[in-house]
């Protein structure tokens, strides 16, 4: 907060300001602002603790709590407990956030959230997160899914959300052969081996694909985008490719 507030209190749109800039950061990583946090101290001429101390403290805190300094004065440091119940309020019920819950699930492979909760495309939400290049996305219409490691990349270089996939559906599965690993999403899938690479599958080519039993038919998993040749749409597959005739509507076989 700018200003002297050693005896003069903090205006009231500033302390209202300074909850809500603290609800999007600590709601948007799941954070209790009622919690306490352990932090470990980088050091420096200004710090109240050494390089590598572990510090305690209250989640929402003054800047005189870790720092050789007065801020934010005597007035505005009595202000903190308006600051943090306010915070509370407008991040209101943890449990509610629908990402949250998912990554609380998915906490082994996720890691900590690294960006906070933000609108998506498709009328969603995503939270990123340190671990495995994970994300999790919701909407009202497909629920809370987890997308990572080298299918959630694909998924990332296609566009994502507002890709043609739209939004994720299932976490990502092992294939029911045990050789790959896949994700649903509302128009298609992104199917993965070690040797094949992570590709995307939908419409009528994967409608196709699933006719013939997925990765356990006789094509095996795709290696490669869906592309336009003349008259359509080809994708190939280990061993042979699916031609999708824009004409017709039909999708041939070529193994």
């Not at 109240?48 to 572990?54: D, I, L, Q, S, T």
């Not at 592309?227 to 005739?245: H, I, K, M, S």
Request: positive net charge; proline residues 6%; hydrophobic residues 35%.
């Amino acid at each position: 907060m700018m200003g002297d507030f050693t005896a003069v209190a903090p205006p009231a749109a500033a302390l209202e300001a300074t909850a809500q800039l603290a609800a999007y950061k600590l709601g948007g990583l799941y954070r209790d602002p009622n919690a306490t946090v352990t932090l470990t101290s980088s050091g420096g001429g200004t710090s109240r603790y050494p390089a590598g101390r572990a510090v305690t403290l209250p989640t929402v805190f003054a800047h005189r709590d870790v720092g050789a300094t007065e801020c934010p004065g005597n007035t505005g440091a009595r202000s903190m407990p308006t600051i943090k119940s306010r915070t509370a309020a407008l991040v209101g019920n943890l449990a509610s956030y629908p990402i949250r819950q998912k990554w609380l699930a998915l906490r082994s492979v996720l890691a900590e959230p690294s960006v906070v909760e933000s609108p998506t495309a498709r009328s969603g939400r995503v939270t990123r997160f340190s671990g495995a290049n994970g994300a999790v996305y919701w909407s009202s219409t497909t629920g809370a899914w987890g997308v990572w490691g080298v299918i959630g990349s694909r998924y990332d270089a296609v566009g994502a959300a507002g890709s043609a996939l739209g939004l994720p559906r299932t976490d990502e599965r092992a294939t029911p052969d045990g050789r790959g690993r896949f994700n649903q999403f509302q128009a298609g899938s992104i199917y993965w081996t070690p040797q094949t690479g992570a590709w995307p599958v939908k419409g009528a080519i994967l409608s196709r694909w699933a006719q013939l039993g997925h990765e356990r038919s006789s094509l095996g998993y795709p290696k490669s985008d869906e592309r336009a040749v003349t008259g359509g749409l080809r994708q190939d597959f280990e061993r042979g490719y699916l031609r999708y005739n824009a004409s017709t509507g039909a999708v041939t076989v070529n193994s």
